[in-house]
C-alpha cells in the first residue's frame, strides 16, 4: 500500500459546483496532515493544514478520519483560480512529509 | 522578499557532466529538503538536513551529494548526470525538525538531460 493515497482524478467541474478530493494514509502514527497546492510549472503551495476536529477556511473545509486513516478537502462555489493540482501530504515518523501524487483540478466557465 | 530561493531557475546540460544547485532559506528554518519531480509530477523527497545535519536520505544514488555549509544553505551537487536525472528539483525549509510542521519550497530547479 502507497504511502499516501489519493483520488485519480482529473476532476473537470463548472464553476460554483461543489468538489472533495478524498486521501488515504497507510502509517497510523502519522501525526500532522495537510493540504498543498501547485499549479502548473511552479511550486508546491500550502493550501490548509489539517486539524483533528476539522477545519474551514474559506470555501476550503479539511475533514480527518483517525480511524479510517483518511483525509478530505471540500471546495465550495469552485473559482476558475481554483484550477490545479491538490497535494495531500502527511508526516512520516516526525521526520518528513509524504506527498500524495495529487488530483488536478479545473474549474470552467 | 523570497523566503526560499534557489539557482538556477534552469539547467540543460548533456549526459556525464556534473552540476549543482544552490539553495538559501531566509525563514530562519532549522530544516532543509531537496525533492525532485519527475515527469509523472510526483514529488518525492531526497534529502533533508537539520541544522546541517543529514537525517534523511531516501535511497538516492550516491551521485547526488547534498551539503549543507549553515542551517540557512542546502546545495545539490550531481555526478555524472544521467538521462533520468531530468526533473524538476525542489528545495524547501520548515521549522522544527521536520515532519510536523508545513513547508515552503523553492520555485524549482528544471533539469533537462541532453
Known amino acids: 500500500r502507497k504511502e499516501v493515497e489519493q483520488d485519480p482524478g482529473p476532476f473537470n467541474v463548472p464553476e460554483g459546483a461543489t468538489v472533495a478530493f478524498n486521501c488515504t494514509y497507510s502509517?497510523?502514527?502519522?501525526?500532522?496532515f495537510f493540504w498543498y497546492r501547485q499549479d502548473c510549472r511552479k511550486e508546491p503551495k500550502l493550501l490548509m493544514s489539517?486539524?483533528?476536529s476539522g477545519n474551514e477556511d474559506g470555501r476550503f473545509t479539511a475533514q480527518l478520519n483517525r480511524a479510517s486513516q483518511y483525509i478530505s478537502l471540500l471546495i465550495r462555489d469552485s473559482k476558475l483560480s481554483d484550477s490545479a493540482t491538490y497535494l495531500c501530504?502527511?508526516?512520516?515518523?516526525?521526520?518528513?512529509?509524504?506527498f500524495g501524487k495529487g488530483t488536478t483540478l479545473s474549474v470552467s466557465s | 522578499d523570497t523566503a526560499v530561493s534557489q539557482t538556477p531557475k534552469y539547467l540543460v546540460t548533456q549526459m556525464g557532466n556534473d552540476k549543482s544547485i544552490k539553495c538559501e532559506q531566509n525563514?530562519?528554518?532549522?530544516?532543509m529538503y531537496w525533492y525532485k519531480q519527475d515527469s509523472k509530477k510526483f514529488l518525492k523527497i531526497m534529502f533533508s538536513y537539520n541544522n546541517k545535519e543529514l537525517i534523511i536520505n531516501e535511497t538516492v544514488p550516491n551521485r547526488f551529494s547534498p551539503k549543507s555549509p549553515d542551517k540557512a544553505h542546502l546545495n545539490l551537487h550531481i555526478n555524472s548526470l544521467e538521462l533520468g536525472d531530468s526533473a524538476v528539483y525542489f528545495c524547501a525549509s520548515s521549522g522544527g525538525q521536520g515532519g510536523n510542521q508545513p513547508q515552503h519550497f523553492g520555485d524549482g530547479t528544471r533539469l533537462s538531460i541532453l
Open positions: 489539517v486539524y483533528s
Open positions: 502509517n497510523s502514527a502519522s501525526q500532522s
Open positions: 501530504v502527511v508526516n512520516r515518523d516526525g521526520t518528513a512529509l509524504i
Open positions: 525563514l530562519g528554518h532549522d530544516t
